[in-house]
């Protein structure tokens, strides 16, 4: 798939990558809704509606990615509800394999996620990949979501790599398309990146459905 000759940095997304994407959706579709109703009184529908008109406003920018922004705008402890359902905190199948591969094959392994840095140390307190990780960047470290075209040059800035010889893998397309507009040369979309709903199609990009497909190739570069 790749030549691990040519790639000496990889770049991780965290939820939707590393992390199964149904916590997300579930806190955020299904259950901020629910604690928005019984604290605004309201039914659990007319509070979805309201919840999904003010993602709408600020999809693809840091606030939306901003529990303190979620907190102040929705009147909850965001920090707090992620620590109520923090059990769907799940790790992607194959994923440890994947980083350890890594590891063995001197690769650099950098996580960098949009999620608020809240969010981020929940996460790796939950699952502890942070231990098979070389760093790990948030985009609020950074000042602006990786949907932005600035971001890039901001990360290589804090975290060089060569764009020639690195590999970025993400499930959000719009996030791809940046780090290509970028020039980042190795790119691969993940398809399956919620496990409770069905696999997505991709065709702009190189794509699987999770990191067992990857895995063999690292392997064999290790000779393993």
């Not at 509070?47 to 003010?54: G, T």
């Not at 909850?76 to 359902?85: F, G, N, S």
């Not at 969010?119 to 470290?141: C, N, P, V, Y």
């Not at 290589?156 to 010889?165: G, I, L, Q, V």
């Amino acid at each position: 798939m790749f030549d691990w000759h040519r790639i000496d940095t990889v770049l991780l997304d965290m939820d939707g990558t590393l992390l199964d994407l149904h916590f997300d959706n579930h806190f955020w579709l299904e259950y901020v809704p629910a604690r928005y109703a019984a604290r605004h009184e309201l039914d659990f529908d007319s509070a979805k509606a309201e919840c999904l008109a003010r993602y709408q406003q600020h999809l693809g920018t840091l606030e939306w990615y901003c529990i303190d922004h979620w907190t102040e705008q929705l009147g909850l402890d965001i920090a707090l509800l992620k620590r109520e359902v923090d059990h769907l905190i799940a790790v992607l199948p194959n994923v440890p394999e994947f980083l350890d591969l890594l590891g063995r094959a001197g690769k650099r392994r950098v996580l960098v996620t949009n999620a608020h840095q809240k969010s981020l140390a929940l996460k790796m307190e939950k699952t502890q990949l942070h231990d098979r990780l070389d760093a790990l960047i948030s985009s609020h470290d950074i000042g602006l979501a990786k949907e932005h075209a600035e971001f890039w040059p901001r990360l290589c800035e804090r975290e060089p790599f060569d764009r020639a010889r690195t590999l970025f893998i993400d499930d959000s397309l719009s996030v791809l398309r940046a780090a290509r507009d970028y020039g980042i040369a190795n790119l691969l979309a993940i398809r399956f990146p919620d496990r409770q709903q069905p696999v997505r199609e991709v065709d702009e990009f190189p794509s699987v459905l999770g990191f067992g497909e990857v895995n063999p190739g690292l392997k064999a570069y290790l000779g393993e």
